[in-house]
C-alpha cells in the first residue's frame, strides 16, 4: 500500500515538519498533514473508490497508515445520509438530510478520528496512551487501545454521561473523574507524560484524529455524487470534525473530484452553555477566549476553549458559513423533536444543530431548496441523562384506563 503522505505543516505558520516520526504541536498549535496530490490522482480515480469495501478505509491513498496491515480497525462502515422529509416540512426545507454517524463503533463519530490516531500511535510503536475527554473520544480511544492492545488512560470531568465512563472501564482503559472540565483534564495529561511517558492523545495535539474525521467529507461527496450540499451543519466542540472535513473539500477539489466549484456554507454549532467559538465568530476574532462557566447537557461540545480555534473560525469564514449558539434550555425539545419525527436517536449535540436549522430557516439565511445535511454524531442512547424521561406506570391488578393509554 503506497502512502502518499509528504509532511506534517504547521497550521499557525505553515512551518514543515517531518512526518516519520510522532508529533504534537508547533508553536502549542496543531499539525495538518500534507500529501502528494498529483500522485495520488494518478494512483487512482474516484470511480475506482466505488469497489472497494463501504468502509473508511477506502479513501487510502487520502489517509496516512504506511502499512495496511497496521491498521487497528472495528469495521467503520460508511454511515448512512437519511432525508429527513418530515423534520423538512417542519423548517419548510425541502432537501434536509441528516448523516448518521451514530452507526459507528461505539455509537459516535468519535471512532473515525481514534481509530485513525491508534493505528498511527501503532505505526509510531507507541504503546501508552493518554487522552482527556468530554466522554465520546475516551470511549472511543479505550476500544482502540484494547483493539491494538496497547495500555489507554483516561482522564473525563466527574459529570460526564455514565455510559461513557463504565464504556472505557469496560474496555481496560484507566479511567478517572476529575472534579473540573475538560481543560483540567487536559492539564493532568500534559504533566503525566512527565511521570508515566506516555503519548497526549487530546484533541489536535497529534495530527491524525483530523484525517480519521476528514473521511466524513469524504463519504459525504462521494454520497451526494461528488455534488457538495449547501449547507452542512455540524456541532463543534474541539473542531476537528469540521476542521477535517474542510480539508476534505480542499483535497478533491485539488484532485479535480469534485462536480463543481461550490462548497457547502460550513455552521459551526454551540449551546448558549458553551459557546466560546460563536463568540470569537461574532467578535470578528480570529482566536477565542476561554468561555467561563461552560454548562451544557451535549457534553460533546463543552469545549471551553479549543487549541484549533483559528482553523475553526477560518474555515467557517472561508466557506461562508456561520457559528451559530442555540438555547440550552431547548436542547432537550429538539433531541424528542428530531427523534420522534424522524426515528433517528440524535444526541443532545445533534440537537442543538437541529434548532440552529430552525433559526437559520426562519432568518431565511437557509432557503428552502437548499440541500442541507445536519451530522448526528452520537447515539441518543449514550445520554440517559439528557433524557430526563419518565414512563406512566400501570397497575396489573387494576382495571386499564384505556383512555390514559390511548393518549387521546
Ligand atoms: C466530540 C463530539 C462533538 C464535537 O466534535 P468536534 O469535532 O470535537 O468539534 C460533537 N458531538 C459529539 C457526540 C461528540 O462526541
Known amino acids: 500500500m503506497p502512502c502518499y503522505v509528504t509532511h506534517l505543516e504547521s497550521a499557525i505558520d505553515g512551518t514543515r515538519l517531518p512526518a516519520d516520526e510522532p508529533q504534537t504541536l508547533h508553536k502549542d498549535r496543531p499539525l495538518v498533514v500534507r500529501y502528494d ?5 494518478k494512483a487512482v480515480t474516484r470511480d475506482e473508490l466505488a469497489e472497494r469495501p463501504a468502509t473508511m478505509w477506502r479513501y487510502r491513498e487520502l489517509l496516512p497508515p504506511r502499512d495496511e496491515r497496521g491498521i487497528v480497525s472495528l469495521g467503520e462502515q460508511l454511515t448512512p445520509v437519511l432525508r429527513c422529509r418530515r423534520l423538512g416540512e417542519r423548517f419548510e426545507l425541502d432537501a434536509l438530510f441528516i448523516k448518521d454517524e451514530s452507526r459507528l463503533p461505539t455509537g459516535s463519530f468519535k471512532s473515525r478520528g481514534l481509530a485513525m490516531a491508534i493505528t498511527m500511535a501503532c505505526q509510531f510503536g507507541l504503546r501508552r496512551v493518554a487522552i482527556p475527554t468530554a466522554g465520546n473520544a475516551g470511549g472511543a480511544m479505550a476500544v482502540y487501545a484494547a483493539r491494538a492492545g496497547i495500555q489507554a488512560f483516561v482522564f473525563m470531568p466527574a459529570d460526564t454521561p455514565i455510559i461513557n465512563q463504565l464504556e472505557c472501564r469496560l474496555a481496560g482503559a484507566r479511567t478517572f473523574l476529575v472534579n473540573g472540565l475538560i481543560t483540567d483534564c487536559g492539564r493532568i495529561v500534559r504533566e503525566g507524560k512527565e511521570h508515566l511517558g506516555w503519548f497526549d492523545m487530546s484533541t489536535l495535539k497529534e495530527p491524525y484524529r483530523i484525517e480519521g474525521k476528514k473521511t466524513m467529507g469524504l463519504e459525504l461527496a462521494e454520497q451526494f455524487g461528488w455534488r457538495l450540499p449547501d449547507v452542512i451543519v455540524y456541532p463543534t466542540g474541539g473542531g476537528t470534525g469540521l476542521i477535517g472535513m474542510w480539508k476534505a473539500f480542499e483535497e478533491l477539489a485539488a484532485l479535480g473530484w469534485l462536480a463543481d466549484e461550490r462548497r457547502p456554507r460550513m455552521v ?30 451535549a457534553s460533546g461540545i463543552r469545549v471551553p476553549s479549543a487549541v484549533g480555534d483559528f482553523m475553526i473560525l477560518d474555515a467557517v469564514r472561508a466557506s461562508g458559513g456561520r457559528a451559530i449558539a442555540v438555547e440550552e434550555a431547548k436542547l432537550r425539545y429538539w433531541m424528542a423533536l428530531a427523534t420522534s419525527s424522524e426515528g433517528i436517536a440524535v444526541c443532545p449535540e445533534t440537537a442543538a444543530c437541529v434548532g440552529a436549522v430552525e433559526h437559520l430557516a426562519v432568518e431565511g439565511w437557509i432557503k428552502r431548496d437548499e440541500r442541507v445535511v445536519i451530522f448526528n454524531t452520537g447515539a441518543a442512547q449514550k445520554y440517559p441523562e439528557a433524557m430526563a424521561i419518565e414512563l406512566p406506570r400501570l397497575d396489573k391488578d387494576a382495571p386499564i384506563d384505556w383512555g390514559k393509554i390511548s393518549g387521546a
Not at 276 to 287: K, Y
Request: glycine residues 8%; hydrophobic residues 55%.
Open 37 to 41: 496530490l498529483d500522485a495520488v490522482r
Open 268 to 297: 459551526a454549532v454551540q449551546s448558549s452553555g458553551c459557546a466560546p467559538i460563536v463568540r470569537a465568530f461574532e467578535a470578528g476574532a480570529r482566536f477565542a477566549e476561554p468561555f467561563a462557566g461552560a454548562a451544557t447537557i
